[in-house]
């Protein structure tokens, strides 16, 4: 069987790097608790909430945290995972939501 072709590494193209977050979340976004909260919360809210505003629907993609990580932050005790601390977004307005919070906006 043939081997997988390997990328030629160019030294004049700079080398991409992937999202570099201060915080990393995974230890709370890879557990069941989590898991099963927010499929859930998608079928209890299956509308952007953005999207709903500017009068389109968008389907919820995401359950995003109204708080940012920070030790005792709402939302974040996976004990105590309550609808109200999350809000439902479509891909696109939270990757815009994300990017300004990221660059201080």
Known sequence: MPDKPQPKKR???PE???HQRSVDNS????TWAWKKFRKGYV???PIC???DREGIVGPTEVCDHKEQFAPGAAGWDLKALKDEDYNPLCDHHHN??????????
């Open 11 to 13: 030294s004049w193209v």
């Open 16 to 18: 991409k790097v992937q």
């Open 27 to 30: 230890w709370f976004y890879n």
């Open 43 to 45: 079928q209890r809210h």
């Open 49 to 51: 909430i953005e999207c």
């Open 96 to 105: 815009s939501r994300s990017g300004k919070q990221a660059h201080g906006k």
